[in-house]
């Protein structure tokens, strides 16, 4: 079935310092990728959608500069937190619509998540 | 618009009790319904699906009817394990796919 790779899985990082996280479609293209935010015992928040070869869109209240997303080919996106801070630690999780089923739902398939624990 | 309610957890359950987590939608058009689980420090995988009024999804013991007419997608096990402990998350999308809606997740504890 469809994976999707997310790396790194865990990362930790001093204050001020960015950090890349990558979203790679293993066996599929995907010309769109969604990336999320999770707090601890809450549910998803989309932050934005990553669209191959143009600028992604994002969601209200979520600071462009600061969550910069880069969709560089059909199979990749990243998304790279600037400038760090503690209140940027989080679980961030990446999916990508896996294709059409059968059934004719569009399935999404999901990374395993990468957090971020800033010191 | 288009939103997903589901009901508020934990839910704490004894092994082999039966298991519902309720769900219900508001969309426009005809989505497609799903129920994702997280398990403890990994990613959302998909758990079942369905796409039309009336299909049960199922898989793993765990079944949803897409009811139409009530907008729900209730999600059931007759007898749930420690091993089911996980966030269940119910979902929604639009027929293009480009959109997905999720409930707030319910977070479910099984104890032996």
């Known amino acids: 079935g469809a994976v999707v790779s997310q790396h790194p899985s865990w990362v930790i990082c001093k204050s001020g310092t960015s950090v890349k996280i990558e979203c790679r479609s293993l066996?599929?293209?995907?010309?769109?990728m969604f990336w999320y935010r999770q707090f601890p015992k809450q549910s998803l928040m989309l932050m934005a959608t990553?669209?191959?070869?143009?600028?992604?869109?994002?969601e209200q209240g979520v600071e462009k500069d600061k969550f910069l997303i880069n969709h560089a080919s059909l199979t990749l996106s990243t998304l790279t937190v600037t400038s760090a801070h503690p209140e940027d630690s989080s679980f961030y999780i990446c999916?990508?619509?896996?294709?059409?089923?059968?059934?004719?739902?569009?399935?999404?398939?999901f990374g395993a998540g990468s957090r971020l624990t800033v010191l | 618009g288009n939103s997903v309610t589901q009901m508020e957890g934990p839910v704490t359950l004894s092994e082999e009790a039966f298991l519902t987590i309720n769900c219900t939608y508001t969309?426009?058009?005809?989505?497609?319904l799903f129920w994702y689980v997280q398990y403890p420090g990994e990613g959302l995988q998909l758990l079942l699906k369905?796409?039309?009024?009336?299909d049960k999804g199922s898989n793993k013991g765990f079944e949803a009817t897409y009811r139409k007419e009530t907008t729900s997608f209730h999600l059931e096990k007759g007898s749930v394990q420690v091993s089911d402990s996980a966030v269940y998350f119910c979902?929604?999308?639009?027929?293009?796919?480009?959109?997905?809606?999720f409930g707030t997740g319910t977070s479910l504890t099984v104890i032996p």
């Open positions: 999916s990508a619509p896996s294709g059409r089923a059968l059934s004719g739902a569009n399935v999404l398939t």
């Open positions: 066996d599929f293209q995907a010309t769109t």
């Open positions: 990553s669209n191959e070869g143009s600028k992604a869109t994002y």
């Open positions: 969309a426009t058009g005809y989505p497609s």
């Open positions: 369905a796409t039309k009024a009336d």
């Open positions: 979902a929604l999308s639009d027929r293009t796919g480009n959109q997905f809606y």
